[in-house]
């Protein structure tokens, strides 16, 4: 039988209290940000921030229907949630409203609602039930198909409402994967194409060849642990290239190196996979596959960035790559992000004090850039006791996923812990910098009722797994 516990006993209060902190300090920062002397009552129901007081007021009444709804309903009808936040997203491609050029928002009245952020919620049910189901092997092909299938619909259709940094969030899915056991080999090879996508921009195509060639025979070096095979394969690249190059040269045929440099890995790719045959040398097919698989990413990536990538976005990343300087245009947000940031010193410049913030210097302050309000009022301690806040807050969360006796309450605890993580990382990144601007808002500090309301939604649904985690015992 199940055992019945008294579900308000067994809340995680420190993680509701931290909640509650995080909140406050948003709501605040947002009466900072926007603050006039016109209108200083931060109740004050015509302004940002009286707006944002009633959608938290809103979000403590759905974090309590959250808690009274019985936990076997996130499990069950987690797949028809997820229908209908696919169907939302089809839907706002018709009738949404486009705002900041994302056709992202349904506008009922002077209320704008965004489906993407509570479509984060509905694939991490969806994820946590598929993975905790019986007999489910996440290791094999179908589950990979099936899982990939969950998290690129919806996001591909946030893509195409133009909204590239909610799509983005999908992808942080995999540390969850990650951690219910998905190989190893799959989050390194993802890493490895970030970082050729990145390298592709800086370096020469040809230069990116050679590292992943050297790459390459590391990884056969590593692998077969002997230095002779590798000897071979080396010696065959090196002699195919010569003669290639020769008789190019010879015929002036007027080749590149480019082309030269593909001709020598298909042949002596070729060449020695019959040896690999021949002789029992294992893992040559792999490593070929995946040293071509480099070259045409390496090929594509300036396709991909040209056509696929909005200029804005464009610029965004040249900006953060060191490519291109744009002060006036993509680089004025962030550079006063970082003036506002670091002219709050050690300190900061004290509560409704920020120049930059009353002087309107950085737009979108009180939603995407909310962070640089807290390092120019509060400083540098201001600032590090909201990071290590955050720090503190998903370090618990991951606690409490961990103890859970049921796989889709953990799997669905590191859901809500991945998209907290990048959202946070990514916000604070691009406000500072290092990441290129992509429109993502800092958890319960923004301003917006959608991605407050999501949030919240996403953690008590957690949170009410976790306080009943004792009745799934048997």
Not at 125 to 131: G, N, S, T
Not at 290 to 308: E, K, P, W
Not at 321 to 336: A, C, I, K, M
């Amino acid at each position: 039988m199940q055992r019945r516990v008294n579900i308000w006993s067994n809340i995680d209060w420190l993680t509701v209290a931290m909640y509650l902190v995080l909140v406050f300090l948003g709501w605040i920062n947002i009466y900072a940000a926007v603050y006039n002397e016109d209108h200083h009552s931060i109740f004050d129901f015509s302004q940002r921030y009286g707006k944002q007081l009633i959608w938290i007021a809103a979000a403590l009444v759905i974090a309590f229907i959250v808690f009274i709804i019985d936990i076997n309903f996130y499990s069950y009808f987690a797949y028809i949630v997820y229908g209908l936040m696919i169907f939302l997203l089809i839907a706002v491609l018709i009738f949404g409203k486009e705002v900041h050029g994302a056709k992202s928002w349904f506008e009922i009245g002077r209320f704008r609602i965004q489906p993407a952020e509570f479509a984060k919620i509905a694939t991490a049910l969806v994820l946590a039930r598929y993975l905790s189901s019986y007999n489910v092997q996440i290791n094999t092909l179908k589950s990979y198909l099936r899982v990939a299938a969950i998290i690129l619909i919806p996001s591909l259709l946030i893509l195409l409402q133009n909204d590239t940094g909610s799509a983005l969030v999908y992808f942080v899915f995999i540390l969850v994967l990650y951690r219910e056991g998905i190989s190893e080999s799959i989050l390194l090879l993802g890493l490895f194409v970030v970082i050729l996508f990145i390298l592709a921009l800086v370096l020469e195509k040809l230069i990116i060849i050679f590292l992943s060639i050297a790459i390459v025979f590391i990884i056969f070096w590593f692998l077969n642990r002997r230095l002779k095979n590798v000897g071979i394969g080396i010696g065959i690249l090196f002699l195919t290239s010569a003669v290639l190059y020769g008789i190019n040269e010879v015929l002036s045929m007027g080749l590149s190196y480019y082309y030269i440099i593909l001709a020598a890995l298909g042949i002596s790719g070729l060449v020695y996979t019959i040896l690999a045959i021949r002789y029992k040398i294992k893992n040559v097919a792999l490593l070929l596959v995946f040293l071509i698989g480099s070259v045409l990413l390496t090929y594509s990536v300036d396709h991909v960035f040209n056509n696929f990538l909005e200029p804005h976005q464009q610029k965004r990343i040249n900006v953060v790559l060191g490519l291109e300087s744009d002060p006036y245009g993509v680089e004025y947000n962030v550079n006063q992000s970082k003036i506002a940031i670091g002219s709050g010193g050690l300190y900061g410049k004290g509560f409704l004090r920020g120049t930059q913030t009353k002087f309107d210097f950085v737009p979108e302050q009180s939603t995407d850039f909310i962070f640089c309000t807290i390092g120019e009022e509060w400083g540098f301690m201001g600032t590090f006791f909201v990071v290590s806040l955050f720090v503190f807050f998903l370090y618990r969360l991951i606690g409490i996923a961990e103890r859970q006796r049921s796989p889709f309450s953990r799997i669905y605890g590191y859901g809500v812990v991945s998209v907290l993580f990048f959202h946070i990382v990514i916000n604070i990144g691009m406000t500072i910098g290092l990441v290129p601007v992509i429109g993502i808002p800092l958890p319960f500090f923004s301003y917006g009722g959608s991605s407050l309301w999501a949030f919240t939604i996403l953690l008590f649904i957690f949170l009410r797994l976790d306080a009943s985690r004792l009745e799934l015992l048997k």
